[in-house]
Every structure is written in structure tokens, then in C-alpha cells.
């Protein structure tokens, strides 16, 4: 069973464009999180939330909207797509929002072409 | 702020060992280590909490210098498997606000 799964995997878009991410995890953990991961492998945290509560929001474009339905659900949708949006974006959760005391699980990514 | 990873980059022969460094210009509390494969998710390795203690993992291991700010990974008698791009991700308080160094990319040859 995919512990943190993400759809889709592959997202090709015009610029332009508003597209989503969903992502869904079956461990039961409180916090999960959206990453961005550019073309030099840097991975930049975006948001968290624990049980469906925004608790970080990084300076990110308001052009991403994050959605939390329930605390098994983590939704990015991204507005006005640019160039720049362009990279891998990773969902992770972990057990509590205990900070540094728990490991994180990451989905597979879905890699975001924007042209 | 993000911290600093050396070396960038280490090729090494099967059975070598090898250290990777993560250093933070701010004081820590805790630092965590992945490895990510091309084309794959980054998985956890192992946490370190302030109190300098050291972890292993199999024929890997990290210790945690609160003092310096830094953390180091060791791998052993390294294995073909080894090979990937390791992170360090550091916390300056309880946050769960994980900050992810660059990487080092790290190829393990026959």
C-alpha cells in the first residue's frame, strides 16, 4: 500500500494555466506538507498543516493555494502558471506536529512541466 | 536559513567510506538525514536531536555537534546501493519547519 500517494505524476501545462496536485496519505499522520524541488535538486518547504490547520506558509506567490479537506488530504493549486513554476513538487506527512522529532514521508512527486 | 552541505559531490569504490558535512549558521535543534535516488522520493535515513548523540543505521551513522552547529554523515564499507543525493534537513526550534541543505550527490562504483 502507497503510504503518501500523489496524482497526477506528470503535469505538462501552458502558461497560463490553473492546475492542481492532490495528495492523500494512509499512515495517520497529523501534518503533512507540499515541497518544491528545482532543477538544481534544492528542495524549499512551501506549507504544512496539522490536522487541516495552515501552521506554515512560506513566502510563497498567492498564485498557490493550498487545500486541506481532512487531515488525510493535501491539495496545491497553483493559479496563472509560469515558466518559473516549472519543477517537482513533493507531498510529505509526518506523525505529529512535533516539529523535528519525526521523520518525514514523502510521496513520488509530480513533476510540473510549465511551456 | 539554509544549510551548507560538503563535499558537493564523492565518487567512491565499492567498500570506501565516506563523510558528509551539514553545517548552520544558527543554533539547531535537530537535524535530519534522507537519501533520494534519481527519478525518486527522498527517504528518511535518521534524526539527531540536540545532545550530540550519535545514530546508526546499518553501515551508516550520523553524530550531532549542537556546539558547531553541524552534523555529519558516515557511510561504510559503501555499497553500490549507496548511491544517490543525501540531504540534510535542519530545525533551529520545534517548529516542524524543515530546512533542506543543497545536497551531495554521491556515486558508488563497482
Known amino acids: 500500500d502507497t503510504a503518501v500517494s500523489q496524482t497526477p505524476k506528470y503535469l505538462v501545462t501552458q502558461m497560463g494555466n490553473d492546475k492542481s496536485i492532490k495528495c492523500e496519505q494512509n499512515l495517520g499522520h497529523d501534518t503533512m506538507y507540499w515541497y518544491k524541488q528545482d532543477s538544481k535538486k534544492f528542495l524549499k518547504i512551501m506549507f504544512s498543516y496539522n490536522n487541516k490547520e495552515l501552521i506554515i506558509n512560506e513566502t510563497v506567490p498567492n498564485r498557490f493555494s493550498p487545500k486541506s479537506p481532512d487531515k488525510a488530504h493535501l491539495n496545491l493549486h497553483i493559479n496563472s502558471l509560469e515558466l518559473g513554476d516549472s519543477a517537482v513538487y513533493f507531498c510529505?506527512?509526518?506523525?505529529?506536529?512535533?516539529?523535528?522529532?519525526?521523520?518525514?514521508?514523502f510521496g513520488n512527486g509530480t513533476r510540473l512541466t510549465v511551456t | 536559513q539554509q544549510p551548507v552541505q560538503s563535499p558537493q559531490a564523492v565518487i567512491l569504490r565499492e567498500g570506501e567510506d565516506a563523510v558528509i558535512n551539514c553545517s548552520s549558521s544558527?543554533?539547531?535543534?535537530?537535524v535530519h538525514w534522507y537519501r533520494q535516488k534519481h527519478g525518486e522520493a527522498p527517504v528518511f535515513l535518521m534524526i539527531l536531536l540536540k545532545g550530540g548523540e550519535q545514530k546508526g543505521h546499518e553501515k551508516i551513522s550520523a553524530s550531532f555537534n549542537e556546539k558547531k552547529q553541524q552534523s555529519s554523515l558516515y557511510l561504510t564499507a559503501s555499497q553500490l546501493s549507496y548511491s544517490g543525493t543525501y540531504f540534510c534537513?535542519?530545525?533551529?526550534?520545534?517548529?516542524?519547519?524543515?530546512?533542506f541543505g543543497q545536497g551531495t550527490t554521491l556515486q558508488v562504483k563497482p
Open positions: 534537513g535542519t530545525e533551529g526550534s520545534n517548529t516542524g519547519k524543515l530546512i
Open positions: 544558527k543554533a539547531l535543534y535537530s
Open positions: 510529505a506527512s509526518s506523525p505529529a506536529g512535533d516539529g523535528g522529532n519525526s521523520p518525514l514521508h
